[in-house]
């Protein structure tokens, strides 16, 4: 029985033939795309310059893919940033043909639509590390100034936890949305607020704000109001949405800002959102574990 | 010197300015914002005049642009407070699909967009018939 279960598992040969031929559909160069390069190094350079290079692109190939085949081929002097290639740390995002994408997420052929060339600039509204690359330093700060933790009062409780604190599905549903943002900038490179307020906190940072003080187990907001509720707060953004538009994680921040100043307008009412969760007691723990 | 330097900051700084909120690549609300704050900014400008003597006004078609844009600023301006108050933007999604549209622009938002522009059309087309053709008749 078991050295059945064992044996190896072999594809049928129709399927396998299947797989290779879309593989191969896939992979297969069909159509010239010219790819218009930013280059710019600030350090250096007295101004920025295009540059053009022409590649055979399959209908797989992503922006990104493009690029590493242009740096490693005809320009390796080209500056750009990625890790892991999936869509997951954010490192990608570019403006491709004037829009705020994840190079790794963007297949050439869907930015081209039916044109053939690909425009390819450092995100907007952000210093220019060099060529494709932006200085991420302020939109970090912007980040770590809204305090992006869970904030309690319950210092022992902290130290020596007793147990899980309590929260269920429909708490969980309240904040889960905002937890998927991988900071790759794209939103505060499209809001034009950012465009003109250089110091707007910006809608990756509020919505993360929302996000911890919604959390049943954070009991955080009035420590957070003083950050967020100013003028270059959540009062600054006035819903162009854009944001929101370009979020490759489907985060959505324009609707967390809104929603976190209906929480500032209830607080001034004296509301709050919820009481902060409790462990859950060490008792039942215990009585679980039998 | 100091024009080069200045020269070099803008590009390194690489900020879009006000050009930045003319953009065609986003969607209607990013247009509505643009326009909102023109309109907003040339409101302002008439309630100068206005407050040096309240019976002033441009006269004629200048009175009907005027109704445009006051119009339009109370329409939107219907819209944003829902909006930014949280009421028509949705609820946050426990489920996402594979490429999950935001639901703050395409959900109930977007009929209150719909609603705005209607109600655009029509207090400016009112506006518009009491100025082009009450107003001159009444001398
Ligand atoms: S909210 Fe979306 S667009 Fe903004 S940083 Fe997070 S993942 Fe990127
Ligand atoms: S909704 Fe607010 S934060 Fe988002 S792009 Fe518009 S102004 Fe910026
Ligand atoms: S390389 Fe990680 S998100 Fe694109």
């Known amino acids: 029985m078991a050295s059945e279960e064992a044996k190896e598992y072999v594809l049928p040969p129709e399927v396998l033939e299947e797989t290779v031929k879309a593989s191969e559909e896939l992979w297969k160069p069909v159509r010239k795309i010219k790819f218009r390069i930013y280059k710019y190094n600030p350090r250096k350079d007295y101004a920025p310059h295009w540059e053009e290079h022409e590649l055979e692109v399959s209908r797989g190939m992503t922006v990104l893919d493009a690029l590493l085949i242009i740096k490693g081929e005809t320009d390796h002097s080209l500056g750009i940033r990625y890790s892991c290639r999936m869509g997951l740390c954010g490192s990608c995002a570019m403006m491709i043909n004037g829009k705020q994408m994840l190079a790794c997420q963007t297949r050439v052929l869907e930015a081209a639509g039916s044109g053939d060339v690909v425009e390819l600039r450092p995100l907007d509204n952000f210093p220019v590390e060099r060529d494709l690359a932006a200085d991420f330093t302020s939109f970090f700060e912007k980040h770590r100034a809204v305090k992006p933790w869970i904030i309690r009062n319950d210092e022992v409780e902290l130290n020596n936890p007793t147990g899980p604190y309590k929260q269920t599905v429909d708490e969980y549903a309240r904040y889960y949305q905002f937890t998927d943002c991988i900071k790759c900038g794209a939103c505060l490179s499209a809001c034009p607020t950012a465009a003109t307020d250089y110091e707007y906190l910006g809608p990756q940072a509020l919505a993360q704000a929302y996000r911890y003080i919604v959390d049943t187990r954070d009991d955080g907001l009035d420590v957070r109001i003083p950050i967020v509720d100013t003028e270059h707060g959540c009062w600054r953004c006035h819903f162009a949405a854009s944001c929101s538009d370009v979020c490759p994680r489907g985060v959505d921040p324009a609707q967390g800002i809104q929603l976190l100043k209906k929480l500032l307008i209830k607080r001034k009412f004296g509301l709050k959102p919820h009481k902060p969760a409790e462990a859950l007691p060490a008792k039942v723990k215990a009585e679980k574990e039998g | ?139």
Not at chain 2, 56 to 75: E, M, N, Q, R, S
């Open chain 2, 1 to 139: 010197m100091e024009a080069e330097s200045e020269f070099k900051e803008y590009y390194a700084k690489n900020m879009r300015g006000i050009s930045g909120w003319f953009n065609r690549a986003y969607t209607i609300e990013r247009w509505l914002y643009a326009a909102h704050r023109i309109t907003g900014i040339l409101i302002v400008l008439f309630v100068l005049a206005h407050f040096y003597s309240t019976g002033w006004h441009p006269g004629l078609w200048w009175d009907a642009l005027l109704g445009i844009i006051v119009t339009f600023h109370t329409a939107n301006g219907i819209r944003l407070i829902l909006a930014e108050l949280g009421f028509a933007v949705g609820k946050p999604l426990l489920i996402k699909k594979p490429s999950q549209r935001p639901v703050s622009i395409e959900g109930v938002q977007r009929y209150v967009v719909v609603f705005a522009l209607v109600l655009f059309v029509v207090l400016a087309a009112i506006w518009a018939y009491y100025a082009l053709i009450v107003q001159p008749m009444m001398g």
